[in-house]
C-alpha cells in the first residue's frame, strides 16, 4: 500500500495547486468599480443602499504571518457612521485569493448602509486549509471582542462564497454552540461553495434548528460542485420551512450577458470568472440577503420571509425587469437534485479531498421519483456498490435501477478529470443491476466513479491497487 499513499499524496497536493490556480483572482480595479448593464439598481425595498453613511474599522488580521510574498491584511469592520449601540451583524468569509476586499466591497458597503455590521476577514493563499479556517474564525472572535459596542454577538449571521462558504458551516457552529453567538436571531448564506472541510456529520446533525438559510448555486458553475451544496443543505438539522436552494440562471438582455458563473457574487471586474458589479448582484444577491437579514432578526416581518424564504413565491424569484422584460426567475427548492445539463465543476463532491463524500449520493434521498409509470424510493436508492476494494484489473458496480434506459458510467481520478465514460443499455429496470469495468488502464489510485441515469445518479469510491 505504500505506492498508493504515495501516489495519492501526490494527487492531493497536485490538486491543491490547481486549485490556487483556479480559484486565485486575476481582476484589476478601478478606483471605483462602476454598475453595468441594463437591469438598474433597486432604488427602494430589499436590494437598495440604506441611507447610512459607512466608516471602516481595521485592525491585523491573524495568520499572515510568514505567508510568502504577502503583505499582512487587516479585518474590516464595516458600521453605519454615527452609530452608537450594538447592532445585528453579517460575518464574511471571502473566496479562496479573494483577500482584497474590494472583491466584496459594494456588498459589505451595501450592509452597513442599511444599519448592519459587516465584518471582512482576510486569510492568505496557502494550502494549510486548517490554518485558514482558524484565520478566519479568530478574525470574527476578535471583531467581537473589540466592538462590543457595535457588534450584537446575540444577532449574528454568516456568509460566505466558495472556500469561505464551505467553511461558514463549521465557523458558524461553534460559535453558535461553544460562544453563544446567535440567541435572538442567526443565519447562513453560503454562496457556491467549496468543500465543507470541517463540518462532520454530528454538526449537521446537531446545527441549531433555530437557524435561517439560504443556499445559493450558479448554474454555469465550471468550478464547484452543485453537490457540495446539496449536501449541506439536505443534511444539516434545519427545517424545510426555514430554508431555501437558490439556483441563479444566466440570461442576456439588450446584448448584455448577465453570467450564472462561479464568480457572480463578486463585484470586481474580473471577465474571466464572469465577475461584474451589475443588476444581478442586486437581485439575486444583495436583495435576497436584506429580506433574510430583517426576517432573522425580526420574525414578525412576513414580507421578508416571503423574499427571503419564499419556498419560489413570485416575490422571491423575481429578478428585475429591463423595459418590458423581465429577467429569467431564480430557481428555488426545497428538495434539489444536481442539474444533468450543468457544465462538469473542477471540485466534484466524491474528490477524496472531500471529508463528506458519503454523502454525494444523499443528494438523492427521501425524494420519490416518477419516471413513466414507475416510481423510485429512497429505499431502492441505496449507495453504488463497488467490489472488489481495493480493484486492481475489473471492478463490479451494483445498484438499483433508477429510471429505463441507458446507464452512463463515468470515473474521475482525484483532480476532477474524467478518465473512463462507458454506456450501457440496461436489461431490466427491477432489482439490482451489476456493470462491470475493465480497470486495467488505470494506474493506481483513489477514483470517484458515477451512475447516471437521466437527473438521477448514484456515487461512490473506488481505490485500484496492484
Given at each position: 500500500m505504500r505506492s498508493l499513499s504515495r501516489n495519492t499524496a501526490w494527487q492531493r497536493a497536485f490538486q491543491l495547486f490547481l486549485l490556487i490556480i483556479i480559484f486565485y483572482p486575476q481582476a484589476h480595479f478601478a478606483q471605483t468599480d462602476p454598475f453595468r448593464g441594463p437591469l438598474a439598481r433597486i432604488t427602494s425595498?430589499?436590494?437598495?443602499?440604506?441611507?447610512?453613511?459607512?466608516?471602516?474599522?481595521?485592525?491585523?488580521?491573524?495568520?499572515?504571518?510568514?505567508?510568502?510574498?504577502?503583505?499582512?491584511?487587516?479585518?474590516?469592520?464595516?458600521?453605519?457612521?454615527?452609530n452608537t449601540a450594538p447592532r445585528p451583524t453579517l460575518l464574511f468569509a471571502h473566496g479562496f485569493g479573494g483577500f482584497d476586499v474590494r472583491f466584496y466591497g459594494e456588498l459589505l458597503q451595501h450592509v452597513a448602509s442599511r444599519g448592519y455590521v459587516a465584518v471582512f476577514v482576510p486569510y492568505p493563499v496557502t494550502i494549510n486549509f486548517p490554518a485558514l479556517y482558524r484565520t478566519m474564525d479568530s478574525g470574527f472572535a476578535e471583531a467581537v471582542r473589540r466592538f462590543p459596542q457595535h457588534i450584537d454577538s446575540t444577532r449574528i449571521g454568516f456568509m460566505g462564497h466558495s472556500f469561505g462558504a464551505g467553511?461558514?458551516?463549521?465557523?458558524?457552529?461553534?460559535?453558535?454552540?461553544?460562544?453563544?453567538?446567535?440567541?435572538?436571531?442567526?443565519?447562513?448564506?453560503?454562496?457556491?461553495?467549496?468543500?465543507?472541510?470541517?463540518?462532520?456529520?454530528?454538526?449537521?446533525?446537531?446545527f441549531p434548528s433555530d437557524t435561517k438559510l439560504l443556499m445559493q448555486i450558479y448554474r454555469d458553475d465550471r468550478t464547484n460542485d452543485h453537490a457540495l451544496a446539496i449536501d449541506i443543505f439536505r443534511t444539516i438539522n434545519i427545517s424545510p420551512a426555514e430554508k431555501d436552494f437558490i439556483t441563479v440562471v444566466a440570461d442576456t438582455v439588450a446584448g448584455y450577458v448577465f453570467n450564472a458563473g462561479h464568480g457572480l457574487c463578486n463585484t470586481a471586474n474580473n471577465p474571466a470568472n464572469g465577475s461584474a458589479f451589475d443588476g444581478y448582484d442586486v437581485y439575486a444577491v444583495f436583495r435576497p440577503l436584506d429580506a433574510l437579514m430583517e426576517y432573522t432578526f425580526n420574525p414578525s416581518n412576513?414580507?421578508?420571509?416571503?423574499?427571503?424564504?419564499?419556498?419560489?413565491?413570485?416575490?422571491?424569484?423575481?429578478?428585475?425587469?429591463?423595459?418590458?422584460?423581465?429577467?429569467?426567475?431564480?430557481?428555488?427548492?426545497?428538495?434539489?437534485?444536481?442539474?444533468?445539463?450543468?457544465?462538469?465543476?473542477?471540485f466534484l463532491c466524491n474528490n477524496e479531498v472531500n471529508i463528506r463524500r458519503e454523502f454525494c449520493t444523499f443528494t438523492m434521498s427521501n425524494v420519490a421519483w416518477n419516471q413513466g409509470s414507475q416510481a423510485v424510493s429512497s429505499s431502492q436508492m441505496q449507495m453504488l456498490g463497488i467490489a472488489p476494494q481495493p480493484a486492481s484489473e475489473q471492478v463490479t458496480l451494483s445498484f438499483s435501477a433508477l429510471s429505463s434506459g441507458t446507464a452512463h458510467v463515468s470515473v474521475y481520478n482525484s483532480m476532477g478529470q474524467e478518465v473512463m465514460r462507458v454506456s450501457e443499455e440496461l436489461r431490466s429496470t427491477t432489482g439490482r443491476q451489476e456493470l462491470h469495468l475493465s480497470t486495467h488502464n488505470l494506474p493506481s489510485g483513489v477514483y470517484g466513479c458515477r451512475v447516471q441515469q437521466g437527473a438521477l445518479f448514484v456515487s461512490g469510491v473506488v481505490v485500484i491497487h496492484r
Open positions: 425595498g430589499f436590494g437598495a443602499d440604506g441611507a447610512f453613511q459607512v466608516d471602516t474599522l481595521r485592525f491585523p488580521a491573524s495568520g499572515w504571518e510568514g505567508a510568502p510574498n504577502q503583505t499582512v491584511q487587516n479585518v474590516q469592520v464595516f458600521i453605519p457612521r454615527g467553511a461558514i458551516p463549521s465557523i458558524a457552529f461553534n460559535a453558535y454552540t461553544q460562544r453563544g453567538w446567535g440567541r435572538n436571531g442567526k443565519f447562513l448564506f453560503p454562496m457556491a461553495p467549496f468543500y465543507a472541510l470541517e463540518t462532520t456529520p454530528e454538526m449537521t446533525r446537531r412576513s414580507a421578508a420571509k416571503n423574499v427571503a424564504l419564499g419556498n419560489g413565491s413570485a416575490e422571491q424569484v423575481f429578478m428585475g425587469m429591463v423595459g418590458n422584460r423581465a429577467l429569467k426567475p431564480l430557481r428555488v427548492s426545497d428538495a434539489p437534485l444536481p442539474d444533468p445539463e450543468a457544465p462538469r465543476a473542477q
